[in-house]
């Protein structure tokens, strides 16, 4: 299994512009989440998905965007980038039994300049 | 508001010391508290958790004690390694919504 996979691994945008972040995962985990870490305020929930077609807003979802049209995927796009969304980025699953068990992926760090 | 309070932001030991990190909660309906470990570059792993019916977890080298009555719990890494220095995030959840709620995390260093 290739747990959770994310892509690209490394961005840079420039203000203004939108792209989509990747994520897909094959252990067939019901829940699927976006965090965003930046120093000093550790791991923020972004958007969450309990199952495909069925996501939520988390604490800081303002400027993305999020779908679920299957279980293995959950894609984050930015609408127009800024530079208060540089971060690392990281995607995260989980079953619904041991929902408190997150699985990260390797995170993609974004640079909006 | 920050629901999870971790303490310290950073840590540097000796080899062989003793680090620990201290998390403190308000909901009680969290029943579920988990720590991750982070290594530079990679993503969070589970690392141990505990219910708050256990007062204390050991996983190796790695204890996490309970305080239920104080609302607080915390990490301890016994005969620290260099290969432990990582960023350590305690965290919370209840049974009811499955999106555990994350401290700021600990850098910690452990020097050779």
């Known amino acids: 299994n290739a747990g959770v996979t994310q892509t690209p691994k490394f961005q840079v945008l420039k203000t203004g512009q939108s792209m989509t972040l990747q994520c897909a995962q094959d252990m067939n985990h019901e829940y699927m989440s976006w965090y965003r870490q930046d120093p000093g305020m550790g791991l923020r929930l972004i958007h969450y998905s309990v199952g495909a077609g069925i996501t939520d807003q988390g604490e800081v979802p303002n400027g993305y965007n999020v779908s679920r049209s299957t279980t293995e995927d959950f894609p984050l796009r930015l609408l127009s980038a800024a530079p208060s969304q540089t971060s690392v980025y990281f995607c995260?699953?989980?079953?619904?039994?041991?929902?408190?068990?997150?699985?990260f992926g390797p995170g993609t760090r974004l640079t909006v300049t | 508001q920050q629901q999870v309070k971790q303490s310290p932001q950073s840590l540097i030991v000796q080899k062989g010391g003793i680090p620990i990190i201290n998390c403190a909660y308000e909901n009680t309906a969290f029943d579920y508290f988990p720590w991750y470990q982070q290594f530079p570059g990679k993503g969070p792993a589970l690392l141990i958790a505990i219910r708050p019916d256990v007062s204390e977890k050991k996983e190796g080298r790695f204890t996490i004690s309970f305080n239920k009555s104080a609302k607080q719990f915390s990490l301890h890494i016994m005969d620290s390694q260099p290969g432990d220095s990582a960023t350590y995030f305690c965290?919370?959840?209840?049974?009811?919504?499955?999106?555990?709620?994350f401290g700021r995390g600990t850098s910690l260093i452990v020097h050779p």
């Open positions: 965290a919370a959840s209840t049974g009811g919504s499955y999106i555990p709620t």
């Open positions: 995260a699953s989980s079953t619904g039994i041991q929902a408190y068990e997150q699985y």
